[in-house]
């Protein structure tokens, strides 16, 4: 890292050590929270709360690390240039996962295929930013500016800060869509999670052009991880207030918001899209609440595929399971359902699944007689 003077970089001032203490202990305390929320949507928030948990991982233990070092001189050493690459890239990815949880309604589903899609590729774009920064931006006394390679830490953070930009584009047709399903069960929890990913999309944009204005001018003071205090003091803040909004917003759940309609009457099957969306969304933990609460996995007259054979299809041995113990009002439509289901199940090579159907499967007489 440049300096403007000659002079050799000095010790941390102890403004730095308490604001990096005062970090270990706040982002330690809410591990605790981010835990909690992390564990209730460890089913349908699986694209968010890794990330959101390895962020914790990094920011405590480059603390720990930067007061261990706290005599010796104040300059950004390897660890400290990952962990705070790794810190940005995480929060950045909890972000894009919950625009796209928030997106996974029961009834009103929104280009499941393309969200998938998107995800994948901007976690996977932005990763390649996340390497070509961290790498680029070791320091490297050899080189004239210091760092390994000013190209790299310059390509990587101008590939990271596009990806946000991109998602707060994204957030648009989102916010629009989620307007529109004002009726599905899970709305407002979707509005929720989406209140707090815009400010944070903005909060991290703000975030990363710190990152992004040191890589093109190597100004020492505006480092994010070992510039002035007051630069390190609105890098810690905006991280903060990403996490808190991440947490608050995390705790209203999906499953929450089904379940509280469900204990107040209703009707999981006055629209059979309920089980039937809940199947699309692969979200087991919805499945079995609803299944508890009297949905009629095999009803008479389904307005599309039943539940039973699209399970099957996609070789879900749990999912299955769970139809065949819930509770059914017709033993005669079952048996169809379930004959459906061990002939999609047979074609697909489903060995598992198909052993639990037949063994739930009565032969009728005719049947009995031919084999």
Same mark, same amino acid.
């Given at each position: *890292?440049?300096?403007?003077?000659?002079?050799?970089?000095?010790?941390?001032?102890?403004?730095?050590?308490?604001?990096?203490?005062?970090? %270990?202990?706040? #982002?330690?305390?809410?591990?605790?929270?981010?835990?909690?929320?992390? /564990?209730?949507?460890?089913?349908v928030g699986k694209a968010w709360f890794p990330p959101f948990i390895i962020f914790f991982i990094f920011r405590i233990t480059s603390e720990i690390y930067y007061l261990s070092r706290r005599t010796e001189p104040d300059i950004p050493t390897a660890y400290a240039m990952v962990a705070a690459a790794? +810190?940005?890239?995480?929060?950045?990815?909890?972000? =894009?996962? =919950?625009? /796209?949880?928030?997106?996974?309604?029961?009834? #009103?589903?929104?280009?499941?295929?393309?969200?998938?899609?998107?995800?994948?590729? *901007?976690?996977?774009i932005y990763n390649i930013g996340t390497i070509l920064a961290a790498y680029g931006g070791m320091r490297d006394t050899t080189m004239p500016d210091n760092i390994k390679n000013g190209a790299a830490d310059k390509a990587g953070n101008i590939i990271m800060f596009l990806v946000m930009i991109g998602t707060l584009v994204w957030l648009y047709p989102a916010g629009k869509h =989620? /307007?529109?399903?004002?009726? @599905?069960?899970s709305y407002r929890s979707a509005e929720v999670l989406m209140m707090a990913a815009a400010p944070a999309t903005v909060l991290q944009l703000i975030r990363m052009n710190y990152d992004l204005i040191y890589s093109f001018t190597q100004i020492a003071m505006l480092h994010?991880?070992?510039? +002035?205090?007051?630069?390190?003091?609105?890098?810690?803040?905006?991280? %903060?207030?990403?996490?808190? *909004?991440?947490?608050?917003?995390?705790?209203?759940?999906? !499953?929450?918001?089904?379940?509280? %309609? $469900?204990?107040?009457?209703?009707?999981?099957? %006055? @629209? @059979?899209?309920?089980? $039937?969306?809940?199947?699309?969304?692969? &979200? @087991?933990?919805?499945?079995?609440?609803? =299944?508890?609460?009297g949905a009629d996995v095999f009803m008479d007259g389904w307005s599309d595929e039943r539940p039973l054979v699209i399970a099957s299809r996609q070789g879900r041995d749990f999912t299955v399971e769970m139809f065949l113990e819930a509770s059914y009002s017709s033993e005669s439509v079952r048996q169809e359902h379930i004959w459906d289901a061990i002939t999609v199940a047979a074609?697909?090579?489903? !060995?598992?699944?198909?052993? &639990?159907? *037949?063994k739930h499967y009565e032969m009728n007489e005719a049947e009995k007689q031919t084999k």
């Amino acid at each position: *890292m440049s300096t403007s003077s000659s002079q050799p970089p000095s010790p941390p001032t102890t403004a730095c050590i308490g604001l990096s203490a005062t970090a %270990l202990i706040v #982002f330690t305390i809410l591990l605790f929270p981010a835990v909690y929320v992390a /564990y209730k949507h460890r089913k349908v928030g699986k694209a968010w709360f890794p990330p959101f948990i390895i962020f914790f991982i990094f920011r405590i233990t480059s603390e720990i690390y930067y007061l261990s070092r706290r005599t010796e001189p104040d300059i950004p050493t390897a660890y400290a240039m990952v962990a705070a690459a790794a +810190s940005t890239a995480t929060l950045s990815v909890t972000i =894009i996962g =919950i625009i /796209y949880e928030a997106l996974n309604l029961p009834l #009103f589903p929104y280009k499941r295929q393309r969200n998938r899609i998107a995800l994948i590729a *901007m976690n996977v774009i932005y990763n390649i930013g996340t390497i070509l920064a961290a790498y680029g931006g070791m320091r490297d006394t050899t080189m004239p500016d210091n760092i390994k390679n000013g190209a790299a830490d310059k390509a990587g953070n101008i590939i990271m800060f596009l990806v946000m930009i991109g998602t707060l584009v994204w957030l648009y047709p989102a916010g629009k869509h =989620i /307007y529109y399903a004002r009726q @599905d069960i899970s709305y407002r929890s979707a509005e929720v999670l989406m209140m707090a990913a815009a400010p944070a999309t903005v909060l991290q944009l703000i975030r990363m052009n710190y990152d992004l204005i040191y890589s093109f001018t190597q100004i020492a003071m505006l480092h994010p991880t070992t510039g +002035s205090f007051a630069i390190r003091f609105v890098t810690f803040s905006l991280q %903060l207030a990403i996490v808190g *909004m991440v947490i608050v917003a995390a705790e209203n759940g999906h !499953e929450d918001i089904v379940k509280l %309609l $469900l204990e107040r009457g209703a009707d999981p099957n %006055l @629209d @059979d899209r309920v089980l $039937l969306s809940a199947l699309r969304g692969d &979200s @087991d933990a919805l499945i079995e609440l609803l =299944i508890k609460h009297g949905a009629d996995v095999f009803m008479d007259g389904w307005s599309d595929e039943r539940p039973l054979v699209i399970a099957s299809r996609q070789g879900r041995d749990f999912t299955v399971e769970m139809f065949l113990e819930a509770s059914y009002s017709s033993e005669s439509v079952r048996q169809e359902h379930i004959w459906d289901a061990i002939t999609v199940a047979a074609g697909e090579g489903h !060995e598992i699944i198909l052993a &639990s159907l *037949m063994k739930h499967y009565e032969m009728n007489e005719a049947e009995k007689q031919t084999k």
